[in-house]
């Protein structure tokens, strides 16, 4: 058995999120739009790239939603030029990698199957797994990244 851990002493340091390569930022950022919560919120060109931020609650045109995330995690999909160029997806999260999502009701789970399914990205169909994992399915991203969305993981929305 390992020792115990040391307590950090990064005690004001907070998750804010994954960055992710991918080859057609446009298609990435639509995707999760169209599929998952997140919205973008910031986006750049720098010297060799283009940079989109994604979060919950919160858009380009807009400003944060009151009642959205107070600590939104979020993902950073980063498009080089060529990566762009080239034109091949730049799957990370795979086969088993993800980002997992929770949802309300398991009939969620069904209706983001069924869309996924329609738009040819699911990638798990939806199945019930003993806990902690839940009642889940995933989809793949424009990269052939794993999203996982679940229910019954026992998270707590409001926590």
């Not at 999120?17 to 446009?26: E, K, N, Q």
């Not at 999760?32 to 380009?60: C, K």
Request: aromatic content about 6%; overall charge negative; proline content about 11%.
């Amino acid at each position: 058995m390992a020792p115990p851990a040391t307590p950090s002493v990064a005690r004001s340091a907070r998750f804010t999120h994954v960055a992710l390569p991918c080859h057609d930022l446009d298609a990435t950022i639509a995707w999760y739009e169209h599929h998952t919560p997140l919205r973008a919120f910031h986006r750049r060109v720098d010297v060799d790239a283009e940079v989109a931020w994604l979060a919950e609650g919160i858009g380009l045109a807009e400003a944060p939603d009151p009642d959205g995330p107070k600590n939104p995690v979020g993902i950073v999909v980063v498009q080089s030029f060529a990566d762009r160029e080239a034109g091949v997806p730049i799957p990370v999260l795979t086969p088993f990698a993800h980002l997992g999502f929770d949802v309300d009701d398991p009939a969620e789970v069904d209706a983001i199957a069924e869309r996924g399914r329609a738009d040819g990205c699911l990638h798990w169909e939806p199945a019930d797994q003993p806990p902690p994992v839940g009642y889940l399915c995933a989809l793949v991203d424009p990269d052939g990244n794993v999203i996982e969305f679940s229910h019954g993981q026992g998270l707590d929305a409001d926590a």
